[in-house]
């Protein structure tokens, strides 16, 4: 921490004020970007936890709490129950269609965007295992 | 018995039929004093029972209390009693509470019931106590204490103050990770009676404490915890045999505190994954537990399931009876001195269970 914190001034102390990359994104722009990205998560959260997604009122949020045991890192990968390599959203529709008796979200459903931000953001930091079973 | 692909059939390649054939009844041997009779009881929790509308129910649910209910049933000989864990309800409706009694109704033997917090915080207990009497209580069976605690209370402001309506106060404590939840606690009063009952009591006595969230403290952001689970330790402390078995994790843990032995039981439900696969938590799952495997979601009753439970060895055995996985049994090692897995907890047996990603 404290060698990192002193690379980190010599760093700083080398370059001075030219550290500046080009085209760099404005503090703007990087800001409403993660508010966009904080906004559909949030979203996701509120759909996760709210029970409306499926016809019995179930939440995916009883079986998963923060969205823990939905391993977000190892898709795309085999699903030997679907016989097909599948991605995040399958396993979703497949929870949703069966769990919670309802009917399945296309891809690009705005709904199933919040529902993958949210259930990815909560496995941040975690490392890529594509395929990992 | 069962026709269907489960999981254990596939694998083990010779049907599931194994599951009522080998209760393992025969094994309960009376290995202390010899004045006590031999005896065992059915453990059934969190069956989360839970309406949709009118008289039409998540059949997920009602089939995983079902199923509990009509295996007990089949056990030889017979148990003693039977314990319901806690969240018999999802959302604390009477609907909900009496669809889950009636199919609870069905059981052979006394019902003791314990409250959870999907019980709870509709009407604090109301209807829940016109249907299985006070909320904690007490009682003597061959020999040994049993006591029946109500752990999911928690803060006056919280309970009382914090929220517009019933429905939004249990709402808000039904989700097990809402940040807007508040810690379960035993409370003073509670404390108080307990430590009434035990004054009577000589320290030899075997205790069994029944509670619906641990008596400890594994993991805060989902309540599998107990906000004074130590002042509670602290009355239990001076007995020889202390034993507690809680529900709400509906995921197999078990520890040792000093003399106080832990076991959790399943849900007949739906399982939950241990808190060590939410990346961003923080948790102190006991490093006793050999954890459950993975949660196969496309076998419906796949990690759930009920116990049967002695105290032949004068402390806990549980017999896991898991519909798709493998049987495991956690039974008192004397020489060790806390609960261990008859099968997996020998390193040199070790069989470690999957990944939990
Ligand atoms: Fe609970």
Not at chain 1, 55 to 76: D, I, L, M, R
Not at chain 2, 52 to 72: C, H, M, P, T, Y
Not at chain 2, 77 to 89: K, M, Q, R, T, W
Not at chain 2, 279 to 289: I, M
Request: glycine share 8%; proline share 5%; charged share 20%.
């Amino acid at each position: 921490m404290l060698r990192s914190t002193l690379l980190l001034a010599f760093g700083l102390a080398a370059f001075g004020a030219t550290t500046a990359r080009a085209d760099e994104f404005t503090k703007t722009d990087v800001e409403r970007y993660q508010k966009e990205f904080e906004q559909v998560a949030a979203k996701g959260r509120e759909l996760w936890t709210s029970g409306a997604l499926g016809t019995n009122g179930v939440a995916c949020a009883q079986c998963h709490p923060n969205a823990a045991n939905t391993h977000p890192e190892t898709y795309p990968k085999f699903q030997k129950q679907l016989g097909k390599v599948t991605q995040l959203f399958e396993m979703v529709n497949w929870c949703i269609r069966n769990p919670l008796q309802g009917a399945n979200l296309p891809p690009d459903d705005p709904r199933m965007t919040a529902l993958v931000s949210y259930i990815t953001f909560e496995r941040r930091g975690v490392k890529l295992a594509p395929g990992q079973h | 018995m069962s026709e269907f692909i489960t999981r254990r059939s596939v694998l083990a390649g010779a049907g599931a039929s194994a599951a009522l054939t080998t209760l393992p009844i025969s094994m309960v041997t009376l290995a202390f004093g010899g004045t006590r009779e031999d005896f065992t009881f059915t453990y059934i929790s969190d069956a989360h029972i839970q309406q949709i509308k009118g008289a039409s129910f998540v059949r997920n649910w009602d089939q995983g209390l079902k199923r509990a209910v009509a295996e007990a049933n089949l056990v030889k000989p017979e148990s003693d009693f039977v314990i319901f864990g806690g969240d018999l309800a999802q959302l604390g409706k009477r609907e909900e509470l009496d669809h889950g009694a009636e199919i609870l109704s069905k059981l052979k033997g006394k019902l003791h019931a314990v409250m959870g917090e999907h019980d709870y915080y509709l009407d604090l207990g109301d209807y829940w106590s016109k249907l299985y009497g006070p909320h904690y209580y007490s009682f003597d069976h061959k020999g040994v204490h049993f006591i029946v605690l109500n752990s999911i209370l928690t803060s006056e402001q919280w309970t009382f103050h914090r929220w517009p309506t019933a429905e939004q106060r249990m709402l808000e404590m039904a989700g097990l990770d809402n940040p807007n939840g508040s810690p379960f606690m035993v409370g003073d009063k509670q404390r108080k009676w307990l430590a009434n009952d035990l004054a009577k009591l000589d320290k030899k006595t075997p205790l069994v404490v029944f509670s619906h969230s641990p008596l400890q403290k594994i993991y805060k952001g989902w309540n599998f915890w107990t906000d004074d689970a130590e002042e509670v330790q602290a009355l239990l402390a001076p007995f020889d045999s202390v034993n507690v078995i809680y529900g709400h994790v509906h995921q197999i843990q078990y520890n040792q505190i000093g003399n106080i032995s832990f076991n959790s039981v399943m849900a007949t439900a739906w399982p939950w994954p241990y808190p060590q696969s939410y990346a961003q938590a923080e948790s102190h799952l006991p490093v006793l537990t050999i954890p459950m495997n993975r949660a196969d979601p496309f076998f419906e009753r796949d990690a759930t399931g009920w116990q049967l439970i002695d105290i032949g060895s004068g402390r806990v055995t549980a017999r896991y009876q898991l519909w798709d996985n493998d049987q495991r049994t956690v039974a008192f090692d004397h020489k060790a001195g806390h609960p261990v897995d008859i099968a997996y907890q020998e390193p040199t047996q070790h069989r470690l269970p999957q990944t939990h990603y």
